[in-house]
DNA sequence: TAAACTGTGACGCGGCGTAATAGTAG
DNA sequence: GCTACTATTACGCCGCGTCACAGTTT
């Protein structure tokens, strides 16, 4: 009984049960296996590949990593610890960053188009930043309020007020100046 | 004079001359004509690609298009009355915010890896709104304060209400209720 | 003649999906 | 022998960038 009980779990899985564990398809894993990304544990005589549990377990890895869009080349960096992991993160928050900007950008112009080009002057970075403070000032609140305000938000979620404040079209500078205020 | 003056604009570019004037390379305008999507107005003896004012005026509106995000097929329907601008342009709109909500997607996961899995049981949109409220309280303001502010919000900038809601990591439906609210 | 252009065609990127063909397991 | 698997190889997508090689213009 203890020889069977030290492994806690024996299973080994083809290739399309290994993807149906994890929602994949077949030809993603075969995608893995030519990158190197997750090579199968071992091979059957006819050559089938066999996925054990540590095989799992890294693919498991891979699903989360993947889901914060990472790159199947940084993530074999960093599962083979060629690359710290939370540098990888911190890169990948950058590159989102700068995605949601681009997205950002091109819904302005696509709103702009379909409403048949709207005050072309002022940029929407302006626009949205005075409606913002003008908001704030409708409610009641002062300048100091509004300082008062920001510290608050950056002393209990800086991430949020990072992406708040990118939300509103603010370029890297200004949404910096603002933090630190 | 009057058969000089009569065309506005007689020039005649070459290739790389017409990439600079919108900032684009010589394989960019390549790949454009190859796809159908921009054809040289004539060609010399040597068969040299010669873009007229029509090209320009072409290509200026694909350019414009493109920073909306479109792809090159579907500017070439439009541009060919294949398809009317506003229908591509919807499309690209809710294109837009699928994508930008899978950031934001990605985005969170990547965050909660970096703080190495924080409070996994309580979702980041619960967490946000929660965090946004708490700070309107800490500010003195009433429910029926935010209230007012989000009709204020809403009736300013509709399209900027929004987004803000959807930065929050809201659904649709939870969006839609607070717009109608 | 040399530099700076022009043409065409092919290959590469990322992350797979989709055949096509042939062998294997149950 | 039938069906459901498996293997490998290659091509397609999108929007170009980047050779490589040859001809043209200045």
Redesign the interface.
Known sequence: MAGRSRKPDGTVLTITALGRQFGLARSTLLHYDKLGLLKPTASTAAGYRQYGPAALARLKRIV??R???LSLESIRNVLDSRRP??EA??Q??LL??R??QS?????R???E??SGAVRPGISRAA??KQ?WT??FR??G?SDD?MH??HC??EQ??P??HQ??LE?LGLGAAEVKRIRKW
Chains 1, 2 share one sequence.
């Open positions: 989360q990593l889901a914060a869009g992991l939370a993160l911190e990948q928050v989102l960053n995605q949601m997205n950002r950008e091109q819904l112009v696509a709103s188009l379909l626009l949205t409606a003008a908001m409708a409610i609140l309020d008062a305000w608050r938000f209990d979620t991430e949020a992406r708040f939300s």
